[in-house]
Structure formats: C-alpha cells, structure tokens
C-alpha cells in the first residue's frame, strides 16, 4: 500500500531555532517527493521538489533532503521566524503521472516568541 | 505566469441545499485539474480530477459531482449538501509529473 507518514504530527519551537521535519514513504514506483507549506485556512505552496538522483535541495531557509534508499526525507528550518508557522506536507509521486499522488498528513509546526 | 483561482473563500450552507465552487486557471493550456478536501486534522483527499474537457475522475463515491465545461473551469456541485460535507476545499492544476499549484481554498460549513 502506497503510504506516506510523517513526523512529529506538531511541533513547537522558539523563534530562531531549527528545527527538522520527517517524511517516510513506502509509495513505489518513486517518481519524486515534494515539500509544500500550508498556512491556516490556504492553499498549499511548494517548498521543493525532488527526484531520485537528488539528495539535497534548499529553498532558502528551507533545505530538504531525501535518501531514495530508506524511503526517507527530511526539511530542515534554519533559524525559524513566526512566518514560518503552518502546516508542511510531504507528497510523493509514483511514475505514471497525473495522479499517482500520496499525500502526508501534514506536520503542524508553531514558531513562538 | 500561471495563476489559479478559486472562490468563494468562505461559505455557510444549510443541509440539503446546493453548492457550486469553481475553480479557474489563467496562463496555461490543457492543465490536469484536481478538487481536494481537506478535513480538520486530516490529509488532503482525491475527490475529482480531469485531464480535458468534460473528463472527469472520481477518486471517492460521495455526495458531490464535478464538471470541467472549459479547458480551464473546473467546478465542483452537489445537488443536497450533507453535514459531512464540511471542510477545506482545494483546487489545484498541474502538468505532466510536474508540481500541483493549488488555489486559496474554500472553507465550506454546512449547517
């Protein structure tokens, strides 16, 4: 069963601190993961997308990375702001297109003062 | 650039009466189209998708139909709304294997 689980479901750290963010998947055949931010009551905003021969891509704050391997990845937030409080979603594809989506739960993270 | 859009932001509707929301995309041509909702705490959920005009997908048997009557409209209607009904509801589009955009979602509260 094509799955994606993520961790920890919620996450509360003090602004300017980092922090990182887990993605497991059994989804097959991999085709690629992508990392989106959803702000309270919005749609999601991509943060990065990766292919199997990428292991490491930054947006700035933002750096995933990914082992196509273990099936896992990860976004790392440096130095944390109160904007980056919102939910991240993990989505993997499989091969084949349009909609061979699976998407995460989702990781709630509060950036407090 | 390709931009989507998608309203009504918000909307409060009583059991049993009908719901329409669309969804239009600008800047781009035959894009895959998708309606997602999303319960509170919950992941994203496939209802509908389309590859073109009048194609429509349904991922989940339910309370609600999709219509695709333009290349880049995409609106999804129910003929009663149930409670369970309830939610976020997100369009999104996108190319090939390439990343979904989504729109700004539609809080629907069926009362």
């Known amino acids: 069963k094509n799955q994606v689980e993520q961790s920890p479901q919620s996450l509360i750290i003090l602004e300017g601190k980092n922090c990182t963010l887990q993605?497991?998947?059994?989804?097959?055949?991999?085709?690629?993961l992508r990392w989106y931010k959803q702000d309270t009551g919005r749609g999601p905003v991509s943060l990065t997308i990766?292919?199997?021969?990428?292991n490491t891509k930054s947006n700035g704050r933002y750096t995933a990375t990914l082992d196509a391997d273990t099936k896992q990845s990860s976004l790392h937030i440096t130095a944390s702001q109160l904007s980056d409080s919102a939910s991240y979603i993990c989505?993997?594809?499989?091969?084949?297109?349009?909609?061979?989506?699976?998407f995460g739960t989702g990781t709630k993270l509060q950036v407090i003062p | 650039s390709q931009t989507i859009h998608q309203w009504p932001a918000t909307l409060v509707q009583p059991v049993g009466s009908p719901l329409s929301l669309e969804c239009t995309v600008e800047?781009?041509?035959?894009?895959?189209l998708y309606w997602y909702r999303q319960a509170a705490g919950r992941g994203l959920q496939l209802l509908f998708y389309?590859?073109?005009?009048?194609?429509i997908s349904s991922e989940v048997p339910q309370n609600l139909s999709a219509s695709r009557p333009q290349d880049r409209q995409f609106i999804l209607s129910s003929k009663k709304l149930l409670l369970s009904d309830s939610g976020f509801y997100l369009c999104?589009?996108?190319?090939?294997?390439?990343?979904?955009?989504f729109g700004s979602g539609t809080r629907l509260t069926v009362v």
């Open positions: 993605c497991n998947y059994t989804v097959s055949p991999f085709s690629n």
């Open positions: 800047g781009t041509s035959n894009p895959n």
């Open positions: 999104a589009w996108n190319r090939g294997d390439y990343g979904y955009t």
């Open positions: 989505v993997v594809s499989r091969t084949g297109g349009y909609q061979k989506v699976t």
């Open positions: 389309s590859v073109g005009i009048g194609q």
């Open positions: 990766m292919t199997f021969s990428e």
